[in-house]
T-cell receptor, first 112, second 113 residues
Framework: GQNIDQPTEMTATEGAIVQINCTYQ??????LFWYQQHAGEAPTFLSY??LDGLEEKGRFSSFLSRSKGYSYLLLKELQMKDSASYLC?????????????WGAGTKLIIKP | KAGVTQTPRYLIKTRGQQVTLSCSPI?????VSWYQQTPGQGLQFLFE???????NKGNFPGRFSGRQFSNSRSEMNVSTLELGDSALYLC????????????FGPGTRLTVT
């Protein structure tokens, strides 16, 4: 089957580092995406990994291991505005259709 | 560059009615995808259009349909509304089809009573 697993909720302290994990099973893998979604708003694109390794973009980094079906999003120097849900999505085949398959999201709570 | 726009932003309908939602992608984007988001199910893929053709389709009943016009604007139609159709409907545009970096609109909040 095809599924994506990520923790439901995480809590971290302002200024600290947090790692949000995502494991997936899919056929026809065509990339892994991370999106940020603040409450009541639409998701916004954070990162895209299609090859193994680490992609760094400012305070955010994303890692992919295709052989392990595993990715993580690393957030450094946490700020209160980073409180949001983080969605992992995998491009793959489902019922012979290509689509983005989404995880349920990880709600990140930042405490002062 | 203007972002993705969706109209209307809020909609209340009764069971059995039909509804049409509209999405205007970012200028130059030819791919439009539609998603349903509910607290229990998360983001569920409905369909994707690219150059006026439906390229991919999720696992939703035939009551959900869509189309894309030559200017890349897209509409989604839901017929015979059910209570379970109450959700946030998001559209996302992309330069290319098959996912890639998608830019989401603010969504249409549909409530079916």
């Amino acid at each position: 089957g095809q599924n994506i697993d990520q923790p439901t909720e995480m809590t971290a302290t302002e200024g600290a580092i947090v790692q949000i994990n995502c494991t997936y099973q899919t056929s026809g893998f065509n990339g892994l995406f991370w999106y940020q979604q603040h409450a009541g708003e639409a998701p916004t694109f954070l990162s895209y990994n299609v090859l193994d390794g680490l992609e760094e973009k400012g305070r955010f980094s994303s890692f992919l291991s295709r052989s392990k079906g595993y990715s993580y999003l690393l957030l450094k120097e946490l700020q209160m505005k980073d409180s949001a849900s983080y969605l992992c999505a995998v491009g793959g085949l489902r019922d012979s259709n290509y689509q983005l398959i989404w995880g349920a999201g990880t709600k990140l709570i930042i405490k002062p | 560059k203007a972002g993705v726009t969706q109209t209307p932003r809020y909609l209340i309908k009764t069971r059995g009615q039909q509804v049409t939602l509209s999405c205007s992608p970012i200028s130059g984007h030819r791919s439009v995808s539609w998603y349903q988001q509910t607290p229990g199910q998360g983001l569920q893929f409905l369909f994707e259009y690219f150059s006026e053709t439906q390229r991919n389709k999720g696992n939703f009943p035939g009551r959900f349909s869509g189309r894309q016009f030559s200017n890349s604007r897209s509409e989604m139609n839901v017929s015979t509304l059910e209570l379970g159709d109450s959700a946030l409907y998001l559209c996302a545009s992309s330069l290319r089809d098959r996912g890639y970096e998608q830019y989401f609109g603010p969504g249409t909040r549909l409530t079916v009573t």
